[in-house]
């Protein structure tokens, strides 16, 4: 990004100077008139404007809320860490795009001083040029057909990995120049150019991370299963909650709903399991395979292991030669 607009971007603005004189925590009142944190769009947008721009607030910590229009998030310089529907995490580095539908809910940790990102509060109207002008059907056009018809598709964010594509580079800082400092003079030139954006965007889905929240789930669990799998004799929940950035509890909950057993139970199964695949085929002593599986108590095995196969490991042994 040019020099002038990225200077002008990392100027401390007002809200910004109140959280650095003390403030403690974010001004709901400048994004929402509700209970619930909903940024509303009435709040950002001037009456009849389908979109406008505004630097993102720094140095504090945005707690989890939803927006009544799409976000488009860029990354101008530095990175900013997103929590997005309670778990996704999204390191959003410079040169990247993140979209959020309406259904996200979004979590924003603190930024710093050279950590200058600007959001786009876009009405789903705005897209119409830009759909019409996306041919192919891939996870851009359906993100735009959920924000037109205004229900959920099950895409909650796209995150665009585009740092590298200059054409896209090109488009994004026309339309920052654009709202920064032409305001209501261009809205037919920024409709075209967001139109452009998406084009391009459409044409490298390969740098694309879309995940809605079946696709997370399953994901997720793929992910657990593959860490008992590989991790079956020293593993822990709270170890493979800080590998998928889960809280302990949530992730708990998550393994009993989608498998129908606590960690600790498909944990024992995989123990189990395997040790009766090294009785069957191999002559390692039972001792050593109990060691081998993960635990140090001789009888507790015996005991869970006779509970699963309904033999002693040495009749199970016996039995399977």
Known sequence: ???????????????????????????????TSGKNFVV??????????????????????????????????????????HLINGGVRVELQQGELLFLNSNARQEILPAGREDVAVNFIVLPEFFHQAFQMVEEDNVVRDFLVGTLQKKHQGMDFIHFQVADVLPVQNL????????????????????????????????????????????????????????????????????????????????????????????????????LNQAAYLLTNTRVPVEDIIAAVGYDNSSYFHRIFKQQFGVTPKKYRDSEH
């Not at 954006?197 to 889905?205: A, G, K, M, N, Y």
Request: charged residues 25%; neutral net charge.
């Open 40 to 81: 509303d769009k009435d709040k950002m947008l001037a009456r009849g404007t389908l979109i406008d721009m505004r630097p993102h607030t720094r140095f504090v910590h945005f707690p989890e809320h939803t927006h009544n229009y799409i976000e488009i998030i860029y990354m101008c310089s530095g990175t900013t860490t």
């Open 172 to 271: 994004v800082e026309n339309l920052v120049w654009s709202l920064l400092y032409e305001a209501g003079g261009k809205s037919g030139t920024n409709q075209m150019t967001m139109a452009l954006l998406i084009q391009q965007l459409s044409r490298h889905t390969e740098k694309i991370r879309v995940v809605g929240p079946d696709q997370f789930d399953r994901r997720l669990m793929f992910t657990v299963l593959r860490y008992i799998e590989d991790n079956y004799r020293e593993g822990t929940l709270t170890e493979l909650a800080a590998l998928t950035f889960q809280p302990v509890s949530g992730l708990s909950r998550f393994i009993k709903r989608e498998a129908g057993a606590t960690f600790q139970q498909l944990l024992m199964q995989k123990r």
């Open 1 to 31: 990004m040019r020099d002038l607009l990225l200077d002008q971007l990392k100027q401390i603005t007002e809200e910004e100077q109140a959280i650095l004189d003390g403030q403690s925590g974010v001004n709901k009142s400048l994004y």
